[in-house]
């Protein structure tokens, strides 16, 4: 009989946002005449953008014309796109070649599909709390994870203990679920970390297009020496509204290089094309021509506006936590506000205690590592007027 992978059994039973889904779908069975508001999983609510939905509807028409229709494209992502993102990061400041750019169908297949590069006896590190996507894909492969505290002491921002030694370390910043977001100061010791212990920085900057603070870096190459030690991840779902649509990119840097047992120097952009090219057929071209113009001038600029209006919420509920005297994270260069529930519960305790009072979903910060267990996560996703609603609830919940 086939054995299988047992790791398996090593998991919590269901994802963090199946088991959050139940307990709403549960609720709503027992209560058909309820509300419910989601401030829960971060799913977002605006439509696309009217100029991408016009590249999604020219590139329609493309694939219904033998003159213009594609079939298999690059595993690598179309180069009108990788272009795109090539010069969206030259405004930002930093230099990237073609072909570390690889496009994808987003930063969570990326993140859990880079474990396939890495041997097994690797060390990982993940602060706590964190995506649970990290610790999920390397508990399957049997890996050893390392818990690095994040907390209110270091504001949900860890620093690397010299005395610990890790392989493989997990960044998301802003941090999902915290709002925290780390200074280049803060990086920059994370990097010089990476180098001196021949590690790899795997930098989540999935909600880098929220920080509006330009002091704060928006990518890990921002840092000198990233280039030799960091993996970049970075997705249209938050950026663009593409949560539905599917389109992200990983950036592979050539210098980031590793030497075998026998001697035979490694590169991880080879290791990750291999990769793909064998197990990935492409992000569909229909869906690349939108991407690309998310990075146009008028793309961008809609975008903005997209995430100017879930920041608002996110002041909508942050002004509420004031009001209420509630101890909280996030909320200005994220679309996170992390809080300490109140009275001290235990944060699925309050998960109920809320779902059942006010009808308003959000997600227990025990879902995202132990140093949760006392915290909530609410999203600024839904609409305003929903926003304002479920506040106007909140407070009147204890
Ligand atoms: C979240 O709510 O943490 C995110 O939406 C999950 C994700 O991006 O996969």
Redesign the pocket.
């Known amino acids: 009989m086939a054995k299988f992978n047992e790791n398996y059994l090593n998991l919590k039973e269901s994802y963090l946002?199946s088991e959050i889904a139940k307990r709403v779908n549960a609720f709503i069975k027992e209560n058909p005449d309820k509300k419910v508001i989601r401030l829960?999983?971060?799913?977002v609510t605006l439509p696309l953008a009217s100029e991408v939905i016009k590249s999604l509807h020219t590139a329609v028409d493309e694939m219904g014309k033998a003159e213009t229709f594609r079939g298999y494209g690059p595993e690598q992502g179309y180069d009108f796109l990788r272009e795109a993102i090539k010069d969206y990061y030259s405004r930002n400041g930093v230099t990237l070649d073609l072909d570390e750019i690889f496009v994808s169908d987003?930063?969570?297949s990326d993140t859990g599909n880079i474990t396939d590069l890495f041997a097994l006896d690797n060390i990982v590190i993940v602060p706590d709390p964190v995506?649970p996507?990290y610790v999920d894909t390397n508990t399957m492969n049997g890996r050893k994870i390392v818990y690095l505290n994040a907390n209110a002491e270091n504001n949900f921002l860890p620093m690397p203990d010299e005395n610990v030694h890790a392989d493989i370390i997990y960044i998301c910043s802003p941090n999902?679920?915290t709002g925290a977001v780390y200074s280049k100061e803060q990086l920059k010791v994370w990097v010089d970390y990476a180098l001196k212990n021949n590690s790899v920085i795997l930098f989540d900057s999935?909600y880098e297009y929220f920080i509006s603070d330009e002091s704060l870096p928006r990518s890990i190459f921002a840092i000198e020496g990233a280039k030799k030690c960091a993996v970049e991840f970075c997705?249209l779902?938050?950026t663009a509204g593409f949560?539905g649509t599917r389109c992200g990119y990983t950036i592979i840097p050539k210098e980031l290089v590793s030497t075998a047992s026998d001697g035979t120097k490694m590169s991880l952009n080879k290791m990750w094309n291999r990769r793909q090219t064998t197990k990935f057929n492409g992000v569909p071209y229909i869906v690349q021509r939108g991407a690309e113009t998310v990075f146009s001038v008028e793309g961008m600029k809609q975008a903005k506006e997209m995430i100017n209006y879930y920041k608002e919420n996110a002041k909508i509920i942050s002004e509420t936590m004031d009001k209420k005297n509630v101890k909280y994270f996030g909320g200005v260069n994220s679309p996170y506000i992390w809080f300490e529930c109140p009275n001290n519960m235990d944060s699925w305790d309050f998960f109920d205690f809320m779902l059942n009072k006010i009808a308003v979903v959000g997600?227990p910060g025990a879902g995202f590592g132990e140093n949760g267990k006392n915290y909530f996560r609410l999203?600024s996703f839904n609409n305003k007027e929903n926003t304002v609603e479920a506040m106007k609830r909140f407070e009147t919940l204890f």
């Open positions: 946002f829960g999983i971060g799913d987003g930063a969570k995506y996507v999902n679920p999935a997705s779902s938050k949560t997600t999203t």
